[in-house]
């Protein structure tokens, strides 16, 4: 739709014609976008589509944040805007102010919340008629609080209806600026320091809204709004109790809902009230808690005609009274009023919302959360609206690791935790501080892995591999990322581990190996890092090879000497060099006298039950079927490691349960038609028949479908295979005869083995108790 114009501005074509109806929305979700999607590059011509109404239409526009500069404004000067919302656009300068009077004679609502430069000029001279390279630079250039712009005046903006100039500079004379305007029926002046009040009266017959928050009230003050008799809502609360002089008496209360009779919503939140204010305990009405006015537990809202839609107490003891004469109350007694606060103070009051989700997190940590969709939509949105916020950035990411939780799983659609998990990524990238992270990766502990973070898998491993980076970070944050990255890449394509190893994965567990070996520690990190360089290396001869490049043979030998008792440990290591010695071309490296008799030595070992002695063998096999010619060394000699080997196999019993997972037998048939080796074909046609004969119904389908059973036939038809191989390959087969014909046959009622990949409610638990690191902290 689109072409270069002059000076590379970016044109739509004169056949296109966007309607407002599509334009807002285009605006609308790149904003979205911009602040939610870390993929999302913000792009400086984006604005200029919108220059021109014959090809494009825009009505209702909202931008929050840094990401607005002066041009983009001046780009949509020529647009006839109904709605313009401006929201902690701190980069906006009084050019913009001049911008604004392009759009005079049609806004009727606007926005500056938060805006705190825009009455002030930067550097450069004001300039709003041709777009020029030195304005573009005047972008970069902070606005000077030290030089505010006078000239602007809202005269002519005669349509104006709807105006929040909430957080004014004091500078600015609220009285004087908003003067010229007659029309007035909505006003937030929240923040704003008020020179005088009597101005509020001339819109006496018109204003329906007024928000005062933060505004310190005063006799003059409230005597002003009481000749407001049209009011519908209005707001006169404050952040806290603290630092306030003015009390909130019954008289006041019984004043305000006596005069301002339309009043359908009230917010006196963080107000300290009086005692008399309500009605004694024993006094109260029986029964179900109730919103008549004529049972209200608070004496002056006995006086309302009928309750109101909304009724803000927040931060008051009003809320804990039984009756309260209102629809919708925020408050914190309940957990219906602490939602109703999160929802009614997140877009423009981040400092109350974040005490609120505060709240939220103890009631679903200590009690039960009956409103779990709701609460999870609000925090959401919390998180999503301020992603710069640190606060609300930890309490949010606290509040929803217990709302993701296996208790309320199952009330949750696969696109609300898609959500969760955006806005997780979203907090574990802005910060790097020890509680945010800590909590994300809790929270990400809750889904199935790697199932539920396959849509954002390349984004989760860069951010847990960033979180590892440090030589010395938070020991809790570094075990719960380390489990995470394990869990990610077991039970995933080779194509993802080859991404992931791409990524410096292999390098970054090796660090961690290496910064514990220095250590002299051998913990959960050491061997949840080698367990992830098992799943990783397995079938990717990429990254067996960057384990070998990267030292991984040195640390292997390391841990070895200086743990000579760590099971798991041992193991894992094994493990892996057994994916490093599946691989043809990277064998010859492990073909050297010191790792051969490392391998020889653990043949004999007796730890983990048959691992270690069984993944040793499987290292030796691999290097044995390449035949004696590629066999340079005269110790140890070939035939003494194949004996040791047979001895190690004739050894095992062949009914153990096995810490192994297998997704191809792949490795193995490939020993079986061969006889350059016999040890080794015997040694995978023992594994075949353990697992066929412990796990049939996993393993004996998984045989048959990769033609394993024509490859034992062979063995039993070559002269140089063993008669005890033979036999074991007949037993092999005749236990997959037996599963074909009764499929439903298992294993004993015994369970399977243990997979390596660990599901949410698992990790989570582990995470939080097993991996010894605190509750999520708020």
Not at 575 to 586: F, H, Q, R, Y
Not at 718 to 736: F, G, H, I, N, Y
Request: charged letters at 25%; aromatic letters at 8%.
């Amino acid at each position: 739709m689109c072409y270069q114009g002059f000076r590379n501005k970016l044109c739509m074509r004169s056949d296109i014609f966007l309607p407002s109806e599509i334009c807002d929305k285009l605006v609308n979700t790149y904003m979205e976008l911009v602040h939610t999607d870390s993929n999302f590059e913000p792009r400086e011509i984006f604005f200029q589509l919108f220059s021109d109404p014959r090809s494009t239409r825009l009505t209702r526009v909202q931008l929050r944040e840094n990401f607005v500069l002066d041009r983009d404004l001046e780009a949509i000067r020529k647009q006839d805007l109904i709605e313009l919302h401006l929201t902690y656009c701190n980069n906006l300068s009084s050019r913009s102010l001049k911008t604004l009077t392009s759009f005079r004679e049609t806004l009727v609502s606007l926005s500056l919340f938060g805006c705190n430069n825009i009455f002030h000029r930067k550097g450069a001279p004001l300039a709003c008629t041709e777009d020029t390279e030195d304005e573009d630079e005047d972008d970069e250039i902070p606005a000077s609080p030290q030089t505010l712009e006078t000239d602007f005046s809202f005269q002519g903006f005669n349509r104006l209806r709807l105006l929040n100039l909430g957080g004014l500079h004091e500078d600015v004379e609220a009285e004087n600026l908003l003067k010229p305007l007659r029309s007035i029926t909505s006003l937030d002046l929240s923040n704003v320091h008020l020179q005088g009040t009597a101005f509020l009266t001339q819109w006496r017959d018109r204003l329906a809204s007024l928000v005062l928050y933060n505004v310190d009230l005063s006799e003059e003050l409230v005597s002003t709004v009481l000749e407001l008799v049209n009011l519908r809502h209005l707001d006169i609360s404050r952040e806290s109790r603290r630092n306030t002089k003015f009390k909130m008496t019954r008289k006041i209360l019984t004043v305000i809902v006596q005069r301002l009779v339309n009043l359908v919503s009230l917010d006196i939140s963080g107000h300290i009230m009086l005692d008399n204010c309500t009605v004694p305990h024993f006094e109260e009405a029986m029964g179900r808690p109730s919103s008549e006015p004529c049972k209200s537990s608070i004496y002056p809202f006995q006086e309302l005609k009928r309750p109101l839609q909304f009724l803000g107490l927040y931060d008051t003891t009003l809320c804990n009274v039984t009756h309260i004469p209102a629809y919708k109350v925020t408050g914190s007694k309940n957990e219906d009023q602490v939602l109703n606060a999160i929802e009614a103070y997140t877009e423009f009051r981040p400092e109350l919302a974040h005490r609120a989700i505060n709240q939220l997190f103890d009631i679903a940590r200590i009690q039960h959360c009956s409103q779990l969709l709701r609460a999870l939509q609000l925090v959401i949105a919390a998180l999503k609206c301020h992603k710069y916020d640190k606060s609300i950035q930890v309490t949010g990411s606290a509040a929803l690791f217990y709302l993701t939780n296996t208790e309320y799983r199952s009330d949750q659609s696969v696109r609300l935790r898609r959500e969760v998990i955006q806005v997780v990524l979203n907090g574990m990238e802005q910060y790097q501080e020890v509680t945010v992270q800590r909590n994300c990766c809790l929270t990400l502990c809750n889904f199935s892995i790697p199932e539920e973070l396959e849509f954002q898998y390349s984004r989760v491993n860069q951010l847990l591999l960033k979180i590892l980076e440090p030589a010395r970070q938070d020991e809790s944050i570094q075990r719960i990322a380390v489990h995470l990255c394990n869990a990610l890449v077991c039970q995933v394509d080779n194509h993802h581990k080859e991404a992931v190893g791409k990524m410096g994965f292999v390098k970054t567990m090796l660090n961690l190996i290496q910064k514990k070996l220095q250590d002299r520690t051998c913990d959960q990190v050491m061997e949840f890092s080698w367990s992830a360089l098992w799943n990783i290396t397995d079938e990717t001869p990429d990254n067996c090879q960057m384990f070998l490049t990267c030292r991984g043979m040195s640390l292997f030998l390391e841990c070895l000497e200086e743990f000579p008792d760590k099971q798991e440990l041992h193991r894992n290591m094994l493990g892996l060099l057994g994916n490093v010695a599946e691989v043809k071309s990277l064998r010859p490296q492990l073909l050297t006298p010191q790792f051969i008799t490392v391998f020889s030595n653990l043949l004999e070992s007796k730890a983990d039950g048959i691992e270690v002695s069984y993944n040793a063998c499987g290292v030796l096999s691999h290097i044995m079927f390449d035949g004696p010619e590629v066999w340079m060394m005269d110790e140890p000699r070939r035939d003494a490691v194949m004996d040791r080997m047979w001895e190690a196999i004739q050894s095992w019993d062949v009914s153990s349960r096995r810490n192994i997972n297998y997704r191809s037998f792949e490795p193995i048939l490939r020993l079986l038609p061969q006889s350059i080796a016999p040890v080794s074909q015997h040694w995978a046609t023992w594994a075949l028949y353990n697992l066929v004969s412990v796990y049939p119904s996993k393993y004996c389908p998984l045989l048959i479908k990769e033609g394993g059973v024509s490859l034992l036939e062979k063995v039993l038809e070559l002269e140089s295979s063993q008669p005890e191989t033979k036999d074991m390959a007949r037993k092999v087969m005749e236990q997959c005869e037996t599963f074909k014909e009764d499929p439903m046959e298992t294993n004993n009622g015994q369970e399977m083995g243990r997979p390596f990949s660990v599901d949410a409610s698992g990790l989570s638990q582990t995470a939080i108790g097993g991996l010894g690191s605190r509750r999520p902290g708020s």
